[in-house]
Structure formats: C-alpha cells, structure tokens
C-alpha cells in the first residue's frame, strides 16, 4: 500500500486538500476538487486528508486553516492555498507544475 510520503514522491504533481466534515467552505471546495481529480487523471494526483483523521500529516505540513491546498512535486510542498478558491485559478494553478 502507497504511503503519503510514496504518493508525494512520485514524478506527477500532487494536489492535496487538507479538510475537516465540518467545515462549510471544505464542503464547497469538495466537488471541485473532485471535478479536477477526474478532468486531470493522468496529469495530476490528488488526495484529500481529514485533518481531525491524520493529524500528524497536518502538523507536520502546518495546515492552521481548512481547508488549505498544497501541491507537491517530488516530495517538495511548491504551492499552497489557505481557504477556498475557484475551480479555473485552482486548475492554472495546478498547471504551472504540470511539465
């Protein structure tokens, strides 16, 4: 089984949405995020991570706000977002890193 560390380390980009069930704007995001994940198979990964279930991931990556993106190239956090955000800057965002 693919740990975080495997999935982060890999040669695609790695969209990952820390969350929390309660959160509103966590809900908002949530099919966006999803949206993404099935448009860009194949050129991006993307993982979602329950801070309340890992949060020893979340400390590690200091996520103080949900929900906060972080895209990963080769193991290295290279962009992140506290807060929610539209699906077209998300997607330009997720681009810049797409080689």
């Known amino acids: 089984m ?21 959160c509103g704007p966590c809900k908002a995001m949530s099919p966006v995020i999803e949206e993404i994940g099935k448009e860009m198979h194949g050129e991006v990964r993307v993982l979602k991570i329950d801070v309340d279930k890992n949060q020893e991931v979340s400390t590690q990556f200091q996520v103080q706000a949900v929900p ?32």
């Not at 800057?89 to 080689?99: A, M, P, R």
């Open 68 to 99: 906060t993106l972080i895209i990963f190239k080769k193991g290295e956090a290279v962009w992140r977002n506290a807060g929610a955000m539209d699906k077209a800057s998300l997607v330009q965002q997720i681009k810049n890193f797409i080689e």
């Open 2 to 22: 693919e740990t975080f560390n495997d999935i982060i380390k890999g040669d695609k980009p790695v969209l990952v949405d820390f969350y929390a069930t309660w």
